[in-house]
């Protein structure tokens, strides 16, 4: 299972711009896997970090349960892909 089958596409009818927390959700959760696949330089995490922390707190704030459900996003099989793909670029 890979984290895309954990991501929601909401539904939009009329094609108003919209933001639902799921959408932050999932935000969180691509950025948390983008970081524990190294999609990131040195000089870049402090930045991602601090997107990461705001949008965190947001949705304690909107609502507390949001939170707790991104807090462990990466999956198992995902932290063993980066791990192998990371030994293959070693090699």
């Known amino acids: 299972m890979s984290d895309t089958d954990n991501v929601q596409v909401p539904e939009n009818d009329d094609n108003q711009p919209e933001l639902k927390i799921v959408d ?7 950025i948390d896997v983008a970081a524990q696949r190294g999609a990131f ?7 991602v970090g601090a997107v990461r922390d705001r949008l965190d707190k947001f ?5 507390p349960q949001a939170a ?3 807090t462990d996003t990466v999956s198992e099989e995902d932290k063993e892909e980066v791990t192998k793909s990371s030994r ?4």
């Open 68 to 70: 707790d459900d991104t």
């Open 41 to 47: 330089h040195g000089p870049e995490l402090s930045g």
């Open 88 to 91: 293959r670029k070693k090699k």
């Open 59 to 63: 949705l304690a704030a909107a609502n």
């Open 24 to 30: 932050i959700q999932n935000a969180l959760r691509i």
